[in-house]
T-cell receptor
Framework: DTGVSQDPRHKITKRGQNVTFRCDPI?????LYWYRQTLGQGPEFLTY????????KSRLLSDRFSAERPKGSFSTLEIQRTEQGDSAMYLC??????????????FGPGTRLTVL | GEDVEQSLFLSVREGDSSVINCTYT??????LYWYKQEPGAGLQLLTY?????DMKQDQRLTVLLNKKDKHLSLRIADTQTGDSAIYFC?????????FGAGTTVTVRA
C-alpha cells in the first residue's frame, strides 16, 4: 500500500491557462475526495466520488472546475481559465465507505498551484 | 452548516504538555478527528473520538469531548520538537470533513 499519490506536486501557470491534476487513491478505496487549502486555512471540501459517480459538489466548485474518475480508480481535477484566486494547495483523499473509523480519510501530499 | 474554530497559535516548551482547543457546530457529527500537517506533507490522522465518548487516551495523546458545549481538545503530553506542526480538528457528516483553520504548534527548547 503506497498511500495516496498526487501529480504534479507543484504547478506554476499563467492566468488564463488550463491545468489538470491527477490523484491516485489507495487501491480498493471506493471513495475519493478533493479539497482545496489556502494559506492559513484548513482544507475545504470541493467534491467527492463513490466509485466513478460524482456524488456531491461544493458551491466552491465553479463552472471552471471539473473532476472525473472514469474507471473508479484515479481521478483528475481540471481548472480552466485559471485565475490568481485559484492559487492554493489541492488535496486528494480516499477511503473505503464503511471503514472502521467512520469517515477517516487518507490524504495525499497535495498539488500546490501558483497562478501568476 | 458546519463551522469549526480553533486558536491559531500555541508555543510550548519541550517536555511540557500542549493543549489545543476546538469548537464545532454540527451536533450530528458522529466522529471528530485530529489531523497533523507537517511542512511538505499531507494530513495525517492523529486520533479520533466517537461522539458518545467523552475521553480517549492514546499514548501521549488525550482527547476530551464536551458534547453539550461542542468543545473538543487535544492534549499532547511531554511535547517533543517533532510535535511542531499544524493541528486540525475536523468534524464529519456522511461524506465530507469540515476542518478548522488549524493551530500552529511551536515547540521551543
Amino acid at each position: 500500500d503506497t498511500g495516496v499519490s498526487q501529480d504534479p506536486r507543484h504547478k506554476i501557470t499563467k492566468r488564463g491557462q488550463n491545468v489538470t491534476f491527477r490523484c491516485d487513491p489507495i487501491s480498493e478505496h471506493n471513495r475519493l475526495y478533493w479539497y482545496r487549502q489556502t494559506l492559513g486555512q484548513g482544507p475545504e471540501f470541493l467534491t467527492y466520488f463513490q466509485n466513478e459517480a460524482q456524488l456531491e459538489k461544493s458551491r466552491l466548485l465553479s463552472d471552471r472546475f471539473s473532476a472525473e474518475r472514469p474507471k473508479g480508480s484515479f481521478s483528475t481535477l481540471e481548472i480552466q481559465r485559471t485565475e490568481q484566486g485559484d492559487s492554493a494547495m489541492y488535496l486528494c483523499a480516499s477511503n473505503y465507505m464503511g471503514g472502521i473509523i467512520g469517515n477517516e480519510q487518507f490524504f495525499g501530499p497535495g498539488t500546490r498551484l501558483t497562478v501568476l | 452548516g458546519e463551522d469549526v474554530e480553533q486558536s491559531l497559535f500555541l508555543s510550548v516548551r519541550e517536555g511540557d504538555s500542549s493543549v489545543i482547543n476546538c469548537t464545532y457546530t454540527d451536533s450530528s457529527s458522529t466522529y471528530l478527528y485530529w489531523y497533523k500537517q507537517e511542512p511538505g506533507a499531507g494530513l495525517q490522522l492523529l486520533t479520533y473520538i466517537f461522539s458518545n465518548m467523552d475521553m480517549k487516551q492514546d499514548q501521549r495523546l488525550t482527547v476530551l469531548l464536551n458534547k453539550k458545549d461542542k468543545h473538543l481538545s487535544l492534549r499532547i503530553a511531554d511535547t517533543q520538537t517533532g510535535d511542531s506542526a499544524i493541528y486540525f480538528c475536523a468534524e464529519s457528516n456522511d461524506y465530507k470533513l469540515s476542518f478548522g483553520a488549524g493551530t500552529t504548534v511551536t515547540v521551543r527548547a
